[in-house]
């Protein structure tokens, strides 16, 4: 047995069930031991950032660590902004990164590039097999990490002879993996925070105390049960139920408790927040604007506005919730839940993002998995569907634009019997494009639709916003109509079929011919 | 005047003409700024991939630094495995990324990272601008790093605050600003290598007492004037003139000396090298392995040849080969020059790497610049078309597969006059097919051949070469067919007029078709 085949042995002992991959020359090794350990499912990408996308999709569906096999510190580079965006969900990814043979790395080969220095930045941890014989020992500490409450970008770097090498009788052995497991359950990893009833009693005062108290979460907190001890806590308090502007995994939709996500845009963040005098806050951070902007505030919240962390980012937040309920007394009242909304879709009529959402609102199947890149489109969309059927909401959270496809095609690989509606930006939906092919390919159950406003629309709300005044070259690095992109060719070049709507009645016509099928569909919205 | 307005006023003064862009909101000033100095063109590329590789493949073709505006450290990772290629390649680029405003990294916003951890690896000087009073000095600090000879990669981070900020009457000036001024002549910066008479001597008793000499080249000495003296000391010598694998450009065809690239595939690249005693290296390394593979050096040249030092990988490589000619009193000899050579063409012959090389060998226009990722179809190209019309070679010199549409679109915008045709395998392609949408918005005169054969062809070779055996999964990985691309939707979905051909007459026919034109055409080739 050599390296890459103990290295693919071992993970899938520990429960590894899914590998997305661009693999390169440096990799072959691990490819072909693949073959032999045929429990893992490779998923094949055809640019990085799918890869990496992808697999904070699956994570955050599966509950289990994402994993990548991707080549070399360039193949890494190509990943490194979904990377970042999955660290900000706070995903579990496990990147495996081919490199050349140890003892080639000295004669500094086209490829050759440091690999730490391009995984530090997303990575938190990284490590270098150094032998065959340690592959597995290695592999599995890497494992563990990436598997690690709230969730953690592990890099094990994978030099192409210690893949190629037999293992010695005496490296066969691993001591860790009789220990671990990785479940579909990495919420019951959690750390339960540290002075667990100080905490709790410290945010029920607050929340006594306050005038206007609102519970700001994100993470496990969002989560059906998380949710259901702050449905408790608002029963008992009155407190408003916040959730962060972006969040990894939102439970939501008709029977749920519902939370409000703080506005994106600065001044409608500032005004949605001012009425609160106590903020309390669990796994999530006191609010921030996005971006800076001449002349506002960095923090959203009110000077004078008094901010209690119930649970720290890290921290198990659902235990947190459950033991302020408790210490409120209100571990046994009964939350308000969100009613079902059915909102009226009137026919025919042009596409905007009032209209494209009534739509929406009535589509979403039960149990569905929404993947939002909407951007602009889509401010209102949370809004309009909280009384849809049941549904996770997915965000892409560290604001590096091109998460929306390669999410869709990772949460649908997690959970094949789920609906996903995926919500795309048009000039977002351009970095990653190529995850259509993957789509297709693996006959993925995603109904996507294409917001084709033909600009990088937010930009211009911005430009305003930092006080900048846009002239004809500025107009023109906004617009992405010269020329204009056409969807339904993109999709069917990489073989998904793809139609293009133009009003209320052809998009609720067409996602439900989307949502009948089980594979992917695009619908190109000409707004 | 803020400081974004200041940073581009001086940029342009110091004669930049171009800058590739893909900004977000914190680069908003600095776009506004670009409205007001319309002397720099800006050119919107929907991917930060095309933003790197399309400024070196400006770089290459207009001897000065590109110029890239990014967006944070996700928008620079995104570019950083073509930062990667242009930094092997030895290309000037200056890199502008936009960070927050200083006061806001403080605040943990979803898109901080750290951008100076991201450009390490890629970069060769790295400042942050501190102030809106030092924003030129800083900003001509890294163009003057950029284009320093033989071109590095110097990456300039720009706070929002200090862009939009106004400048105060003593932060105007630059002291710099008169003796910067970049022209389109890096070569005339380089660093005549130290003792450059002893290296001469050296180099040219290794010729003399070599029973088989070659004479190994990258960088400046593969332009026309480095050739001449190459050429020089061939006819004196008997010396074999010999390029790297891959070359950043390499001046070429009928009435130019000659070169033979060391072949890519190991076993092929230790043959041709095994005749060799001598081994005169000028800005090369002495020729390593791509890869390494079980068994095989890792080094290409026989351990019995004696290597010797001519110029080194950032000397002046024009003058150390002067240098040597006048040393072999050879300064005033004819080199042999290459003959025009017409390959015929086989009429409606299937497409293989043959054919099609013959087809493109005759097509060539003169002073044409043909960009290569061509990858395992392209290996018999350069022997084809040595005797076409005089052309100019790109390839891929970083190993990070998706260069080839960039560079193309680069080297078009810097040399408007001259045709491009760019040779693309699909795989590679696949990784950067956005810059499409750029060459249809800027109308770029570049004829497009993509290779589909349907497969990381490459892979399949390499899976061989390091001692693997494919089964099922590993061949799946390799196959793109599952769905087939269709190249001709994908360029029409970005506003780019495509055709496919399946055998040499329609190809012949449609190159002409493109090159009759003046602007982007694609032509996939269904192997």
């Known amino acids: 047995m050599n390296g890459a085949e103990h290295l693919v042995t071992e993970l899938a002992d520990a429960g590894v069930e899914v590998c997305f991959a661009n693999p390169g020359t440096s990799e072959m090794h691990f490819v072909a031991a693949l073959d032999k350990i045929s429990s893992i499912r490779c998923i094949l990408c055809l640019a990085e950032g799918i890869v990496t996308g992808a697999a904070d999709g699956y994570a955050r569906m599966s509950g289990k660590p994402g994993v990548t096999l991707l080549h070399l510190g360039p193949g890494l580079g190509n990943g490194l902004s979904n990377l970042h965006n999955a660290r900000k969900a706070r995903s579990s990814i496990l990147n495996i990164v081919g490199d050349h043979a140890t003892y080639h790395l000295e004669y500094d080969a086209p490829l050759t590039a440091d690999i730490e220095g391009v995984a530090k930045p997303v990575s938190h941890w990284i490590q270098r097999c150094e032998s065959a014989d340690n592959i597995a020992t290695t592999a599995l500490a890497a494992l563990q990490q990436a598997d690690t409450y709230p969730g953690h970008i592990a890099t094990l770097i994978l030099p192409a002879d210690t893949a190629w090498t037999e293992v010695s009788p005496s490296g066969t052995g691993s001591t860790m993996q ?93 005004s949605f927040l001012a009425p609160y005098d106590q903020i309390i806050t669990a796994c999530a951070k006191s609010p921030v604007a996005f971006f800076a902007y001449p002349g506002k505030p960095s923090s959203l919240i009110q000077e004078s506005a008094v901010h209690t962390v119930l649970a720290g980012e890290t921290d198990d937040g659902i235990a947190a919730l459950e033991a302020l309920a408790d210490e409120l007394g209100a571990s046994d009242l009964v939350p308000d839940l969100q009613a079902a909304e059915q909102h009226p879709v009137e026919e025919g009529a042009p596409l905007n993002a009032d209209t494209i959402g009534q739509v929406v609102a009535r589509a979403i199947p039960d149990q569905a998995i929404v993947v939002d890149e909407a951007i602009t489109m889509g401010r209102n969309f949370q809004k309009v569907t909280r009384g849809s059927r049941p549904h996770d909401w997915l965000q892409i959270c560290g ?129």
Chains 1, 2 share one sequence.
């Open 178 to 270: 009789d220990a671990l497991v990785i479940t579909h359950d990495l919420y019951q990893k959690a750390t339960i925070p540290a002075s667990l009833e100080d905490r709790a009693a410290a945010a029920a005062r607050a929340l006594q105390s306050g005038s206007n108290s609102a519970l700001l979460m994100t993470g496990s907190c969002l989560s059906e049960r998380g949710l259901q001890a702050a449905g408790k806590i608002r029963k008992s308090t009155g407190a408003s139920l916040l959730a962060q502007t972006a969040n990894g995994r939102l439970a939501r939709g008709a029977g749920r408790v519902s939370v409000t996500a703080v506005p994106y845009p600065v001044d409608d963040a500032l």
């Open 399 to 527: 604001g590096a634009i091109g998460d929306g496809f390669p999410l869709a095609t990772g949460a649908a690989i997690a959970c094949p019997q789920r609906k996903v509606i995926a919500l795309q930006a048009d000039g977002s939906g351009m970095y990653s494009l190529q995850a259509l092919w993957t789509q297709a390919r693996e006959n993925l159950d995603i109904t996507t639709l294409v917001f084709s406003n033909r600009s990088y629309a937010i930009l211009k709300h911005e430009l305003k916003n930092v006080g900048a005044t846009a002239g004809k070259t500025a107009d023109d690095l906004m617009d992405l109509d010269r020329p204009a992109l056409d969807w339904v060719a993109l999709a069917n070049g990489m073989g998904v079929e793809a139609v293009q709507v133009t009003n209320t009645s052809e998009l609720e016509q067409q996602m439900q011919i989307g949502l009948d099928r089980s594979g992917p569909f695009l619908i190109e919205l000409l707004i």
